[in-house]
């Protein structure tokens, strides 16, 4: 890990010796996520996909939201995010609703990997990841020494710092994704949401987005909110798992707990055996449960 990043780090942990020191009651964590009795729709649309639902991130530690295809993850997460709007309820950054922040304040606090990621043809991948440091920057501000930094952490903590010289539409799939999450790393921010990091990757570079997310929690105490479509994967890597189905919160807590045969069955409408070891619960599925 790079000297600046160490910097950082340490920036972190003095903020919450002082917290310590002045008898604040606040997290000793990294920054804190909530929302509360969330409302999320889609324009167009009458019924809410998530009705109500209210939840806390615990801070420091990575959350993965699993359920079956049309379950309200991604629309939870938009609606974290400030990406959708609630037609009720709020989401508190650190005690702030987020829709009281600005773009750019908001964007220096929470890092979003959406699954719409679109570049010019012709971008390079340094470039691209430098669109990372947008929200450090004044509208006349050129790059500074520490956005050089920040983005030769992004690069060398995705992995692909050796195609930094490339065009990112010369990239394989795998690769490409790589890149734009060292682009939303390279914001440096306490919180970082990622919709489906993983769907479409090969084994290899879904391992490495993984590893990635490991080592935000261990060496920068990020808090990370993931979407998962592998619930086994989730439970392995996530130290708390909310499911839902039907834009509903069916559970949450640590995996061991989250991932059962009952929870399975439930949500994802699947027969399985579960399975505790070492890494977490190991699932086998036996097929699928149908209605009736």
Known sequence: MSRNAIERGERRREKRVESLDSGSTESTHASTLAGEE???????????????????????EVTALVGPNGSGK??????????LSPDSGSVLLDGRDVQSLGTKELARELGLLSQENVSPESIGVEELVHHGRYPHRGFFEGVSEEDECAVRDAL?????????????????????????????????????????????????????????????RKEREVTVVLVLHDVEQAARYADHLIALRDGTIHARGPPEEVVTEELLAEVFRVEATVEQDAEGPRVTPHGPLHEG
């Open 38 to 60: 969330l409302v999320l729709r889609y324009s167009g649309t009458e019924e809410p996909v998530v009705d109500g639902e209210s939840l806390v991130v615990p801070s420091g």
């Open 74 to 83: 991604s629309t939870l997460l938009k609606g974290l995010a400030n990406q």
């Open 156 to 216: 060398s903590l995705a992995g692909v710092a050796h195609l930094r010289d490339r065009e990112v539409s010369s990239l394989s799939g795998g690769q490409r994704q790589l890149v734009w999450i060292a682009m939303v790393l390279a914001q440096d921010t306490d919180v970082l949401l990622l919709d489906e990091p993983t769907t479409f990757l090969d084994l290899h570079h879904q391992l490495e987005v993984m590893e990635i997310v490991r080592t935000l």
